[in-house]
C-alpha cells in the first residue's frame, strides 16, 4: 500500500473529494493545478501541498518515490504535462481518478448516481438524507454541500458510499454499484461518444456493472434499455407521472415546495423542499427512493428534505435585495439551462430576468448551440461572454457568437468577462442568474460589489 497520494489535476470537484478522502485517512496528500481556485485555496488550509507551475522541479522529494507514491489523474490533464510524463518516465504507477473511485466501491456499498445532468444535485440529496438519517454514509459528490461546506463526508460506522457517476471519458465504467440511478441520458461529451447512440450504449453498459442482488432506478421514459443481471432488481422514478416511486399533490407558493412522495410500500405527505425549486422535485423522488431502500425512515426523509440547503453552484442565491435577486447556477447542457431558466421564471413570475451565459467546451459549443440559444431564448435579456476552454484547444469557427446569432430574445448582448460589470450596470433587471460550468463564478463577489455600488 502507498504512504504517498499525487494528484495532477487536485483542484477538480472529483480529485479534490480523493485527496480529501486519502489525507483523512492519514495519508500524505500533494498535487498539480492548472490553476488557483476555492478549492485550491481549501485544500491548502487543510494542509495539502498544491502548486500551480506544471515542473517537475515543483514535485515535493518524498513523493519521487515510485514504491511508495500512487499518481492519480483526471482525463482534463493533457498527455503533454510535464509532471505526468516525468512519473510515467520514472516507473510509477498512474491511475485515472475513476480507477482510484473503482477500488472504493468495490470496498465499500456503492450508491452511484449517473446521468447527463441531475447527478449532482440528486447524489447530494441521497448523501444528505442519510447522514441525517440513522443510517449514515461517505460521500464522494460532484459538488460542494452546503450543508456540509464539503464536497467528501465520511462515516465510521457506516459501509454505504454515495458516489457521482461521471459518464465522461466512460470514467463510470469502472464502478461497481451496489445502488445505482440514471437521471438522464440527453445527448452530451459527443467529443468522446461520436453519437448519441453510443453515449446511450455508455449508460446500458454502466447498468450492467450493478451488483448481483442490486438496484437499478432509472428516470421514467429515458432512453435506455437495461442490461442488469438477473437477481438486479429495477425500479422506475418520476415527477410528473405514475411510477414505482413518484410525486403527486404538488403545492408552489409563497416561496415555499410540497409534494407527496410516493413509493411502492409507503407514502410520506407533505415534504417540503429545503431548496424550492421544480426541477428539484424529480431529483427528490430519485434521492428519496435510494435513501428509503437503505433504511431512512418516513420522519427521517421528511426532515432530510426540508434541511437539505442544496449545493454550492447549483442555484445558489448569491446576493438578495428588495431591487434584486442574484442567483448563479452551474447549468452547462441545454436541458440544464432550460430547467433552470423555467424554474427562476415560475419562481419570479412577472420579474425581469437576465441571464450571463459562459458556454462551456468548444465541442458542446459546436455540438449544441442552437439548443443553447433555444434555452436562453426564454430569458427577458441575454448576456453571453467567451466560451470556457477547460481541457480544449480552439476549434476554428467557435465562438459564442454561434450562440448570440441564434437566440431569439430581443435583448441579447455578446461581451466578455472583462466588459461585463459595465453591460450590467445599464442594464435593468429584477433577477440576474449567471450561468456555467466554467469560472464565470469567480467574477460573483465582484458583481455583487458593482450592484450595491448602484443601490439594487
Do not use: W
Amino acid at each position: 500500500m502507498y504512504d504517498n497520494f499525487y494528484f495532477l489535476g487536485i483542484g477538480g470537484i472529483g480529485m479534490s473529494a480523493l485527496a480529501r478522502y486519502f489525507k483523512a485517512k492519514g495519508y500524505r496528500v500533494a498535487g498539480y493545478d492548472r490553476v488557483e481556485s476555492r478549492l485550491t485555496d481549501e485544500l491548502m488550509a487543510e494542509g495539502v501541498d498544491i502548486h500551480f507551475d506544471d515542473d517537475e522541479r515543483n514535485i515535493p522529494q518524498e513523493y519521487r518515490n515510485r514504491k511508495r507514491t500512487l499518481v492519480v489523474y483526471t482525463p482534463a490533464v493533457h498527455e503533454d504535462n510535464r509532471e505526468l510524463s516525468y512519473f510515467r518516465r520514472e516507473g510509477f504507477e498512474v491511475e485515472k481518478r475513476a480507477q482510484v473511485l473503482g477500488q472504493v466501491t468495490r470496498m465499500e456499498r456503492a450508491l452511484c448516481i449517473a446521468g447527463t445532468h441531475g447527478k449532482t444535485t440528486v447524489s447530494t440529496m441521497t448523501a444528505h438524507l442519510l447522514k441525517q438519517s440513522h443510517v449514515d454514509c461517505n460521500a464522494f459528490l460532484g459538488g460542494v454541500s452546503k450543508n456540509y461546506t464539503s464536497n467528501l463526508l465520511l462515516s465510521e460506522r457506516s459501509d454505504l458510499v454515495v458516489i457521482e457517476a461521471d459518464e465522461f471519458d466512460r470514467s463510470f465504467h469502472h464502478l461497481s454499484p451496489y445502488m445505482a440511478v440514471i437521471t438522464a441520458t440527453d445527448a452530451d461529451h459527443l467529443d468522446i461518444y461520436g453519437t448519441h447512440e453510443a453515449y446511450i450504449e455508455s449508460f446500458e453498459h454502466f447498468t450492467s456493472l450493478v451488483r448481483e442482488g442490486g438496484t437499478l432506478i432509472v428516470k421514467k421514459g429515458i432512453a435506455l434499455r437495461p442490461r442488469v443481471k438477473e437477481s438486479v432488481k429495477v425500479y422506475d422514478y418520476s415527477a410528473t407521472e405514475k411510477a414505482d416511486f413518484h410525486a403527486e399533490n404538488i403545492r408552489i407558493g409563497g416561496g415555499r415546495l410540497l409534494f407527496d412522495f410516493v413509493a411502492p410500500d409507503t407514502r410520506v405527505d407533505d415534504v417540503e423542499l429545503g431548496v424550492p425549486l421544480p426541477v428539484n422535485v424529480e431529483n427528490a423522488v430519485a434521492a428519496m427512493a435510494l435513501a428509503h431502500l437503505n433504511g431512512a425512515t418516513d420522519e427521517e426523509l421528511r426532515a432530510g428534505m426540508a434541511s437539505y440547503r442544496g449545493v454550492r453552484r447549483r442555484f445558489d442565491v448569491q446576493y438578495k435585495s428588495e431591487r434584486l435577486t442574484m442567483i448563479d447556477d452551474y447549468a452547462h447542457h441545454p436541458a440544464e439551462l432550460e430547467a433552470s431558466i423555467r424554474s427562476v421564471k415560475s419562481l419570479y413570475e412577472g420579474k425581469r430576468v437576465l441571464g450571463v451565459f459562459q458556454p462551456h467546451l468548444y465541442t458542446r459549443t459546436r455540438d449544441f448551440y442552437r439548443d443553447f440559444a433555444a434555452a436562453l431564448s426564454l430569458l427577458d435579456a441575454v448576456d453571453i461572454v467567451e466560451i470556457y476552454p477547460a481541457r480544449e484547444m480552439p476549434i476554428e469557427g467557435v465562438t459564442s457568437k454561434l450562440i448570440y446569432d441564434c437566440v431569439t430574445a430581443a435583448d441579447k448582448h455578446l461581451t466578455t468577462k472583462a466588459q461585463l460589470i459595465g453591460l450590467l450596470g445599464r442594464q435593468e433587471f429584477d433577477v440576474l442568474l449567471t450561468l456555467g460550468a466554467g469560472d464565470i463564478d469567480m467574477m460573483l463577489p465582484e458583481v455583487v460589489e458593482a450592484m450595491k455600488r448602484e443601490g439594487r
